[in-house]
């Protein structure tokens, strides 16, 4: 028998992955968790029926999130991940020397324990001493913080579900608050193909509460489009101002490095029309 | 009755896009050839069952096969492309001023003739009086030509039926032969994420013979990973050593901008290992 795993990633169009086991299947509090073993992709972990990550192409979502943001701040102490329960955020931060605490926010913890059983290399970070994992709502938390981080990542799953809550106006208020005076946040924003009016208003609520705001768009080919971005509100520093020769280059990445630091942020005219 | 239309890309993986109506489909000397009305990506050329190109996204690949090079070389006056036969390619390529004949070397007529009849915005500067469309073996016209074109772009389906001449190394060595002495030619070489030994042997090949050897990605939802790429040999300038602020602008591009040219350039680290 033949098993294709089939996700409309919109009403009219989707992936499809030929898999050769089915890992794992339960709904958690939150949401519908499955892990499938695909024979292109590797092990993927499925939630509410959307590809979250997969062994193959994981580390392009996670570098990018992370070291970004991480090597535009000059010091980064202190770094929260709200969502991102598969660790694999954690595992990029922790590469960076300065870093004293990364706190993840999840609020499934559903997620944490199957990432760690059969993610096992994304979820590696999760035990580091450095690392504080909290199953709390990141909403909350965020709520309850006062210019307390140097980083903030926001790394949520589609704007559906409970999730929705992390890409309102609101959210993005009350992490500036949580942020130090020289923070930045990051947020990842869907498919410049698919998302233009996400992308749109997140920009414009971001670009209204934050000095410098920045959009960068990195290749997944597990995700809709292939095509993903992210959005940066930053008090400070200006990703575009650093020089690239004095970079942390963070080992063992495969698509960050210092000299597409500043490339990832060139954009084709259609997603530049996007963010004016 | 609800179609859709399912690619495999690869053994494994695939795409898959709901349709509103089969337009055509024959078979040609050459190829199946089949245009699908899709809801989410428009009109859909597909050869041999692999997706050509589609209404919403062909902006990119045509823009981005032609404006690279046109854009490196000072003064692109006879230009050849070889495949192509939609015609997306020619019509960038007779917007730059000063492009005095553009050869079209198609091998399928009927590749030409259903897009115009289908394509007619792609297939649209085809009847232009700068544009010389010939049905011939792209491959023999490369044979027959010495030292005639300033710019020579493969534009060529998958390395399998027809294409597969048009991915060895005799071929490009016939480039170099039918390029004038600072003339400048570009392939696309499928996709990082799936193509990876073709990508590496192109790239050697190219390098072998020309000076100059650059390679580029872009983002193109409907190929393979959404990842696709380009390799340019070049016998004399750089892409990399133009002058931005000097570069023309193609009127109506939607992907390409001078403030790209460059930056396509700047690669993954995962693809950069590919070319080293």
Redesign the interface.
């Known amino acids: 028998m033949e098993l294709w795993y089939?996700e409309k990633q919109?009403?009219?169009?989707?992936?499809?992955?030929?898999i050769s086991k089915t890992l794992h299947t339960e709904v958690s509090k939150f949401q519908a968790l499955d892990l499938i073993e695909?024979?292109?992709?590797g092990t993927m972990l499925v939630l509410d029926g959307m590809v979250m990550t997969t062994d193959r192409?994981e580390f392009?979502y996670h570098e990018m999130i992370s070291h970004v943001a991480l090597n535009t701040h000059p010091n980064p102490k202190k770094v929260l991940v709200v969502g991102g329960g598969d660790g694999g955020a954690i595992r990029e931060i922790i590469k960076h020397p300065s870093v004293e605490k990364a706190v993840l926010a999840e609020i499934d913890g559903r997620v944490i324990e199957v990432s760690k059983q059969y993610l096992p290399d994304i979820a590696s970070g999760l035990g580091d001493p450095k690392v504080d994992v909290r199953v709390i709502d990141g909403i909350k938390h965020i709520q309850e913080s006062k210019q307390e981080y140097d980083v903030i990542l926001v790394d949520s799953t589609e704007p559906v579900g409970p999730a929705v809550g992390l890409f309102a106006k609101d959210f993005y208020q009350g992490i500036y608050d949580a942020l130090k005076e020289d923070g930045i946040m990051v947020a990842q924003t869907e498919s410049p193909?698919l998302n233009a009016d996400l992308i749109k208003r997140v920009h414009r609520d971001i670009a209204s509460l934050y000095p410098v705001t920045r959009y960068y768009?990195?290749?997944?080919?597990t995700y809709p489009?292939?095509?993903w971005s992210f959005t940066m509100g930053s008090k400070k520093y200006d990703p575009l101002q650093v020089d690239e020769a004095k970079l942390f280059d963070p080992p063992g990445?495969?698509?960050?490095?210092p000299?597409?630091h500043k490339?990832?942020f060139?954009?084709?005219?259609?997603v530049?029309d996007l963010i004016k």
């Open positions: 089939t919109t009403e009219n169009y989707g992936i499809t992955a030929k695909t024979v292109e992709w192409d392009v193909w768009t990195v290749s997944i080919p489009s292939g095509l990445t495969r698509y960050y490095s000299s597409i490339s990832v060139q954009l084709p005219k259609f530049e």
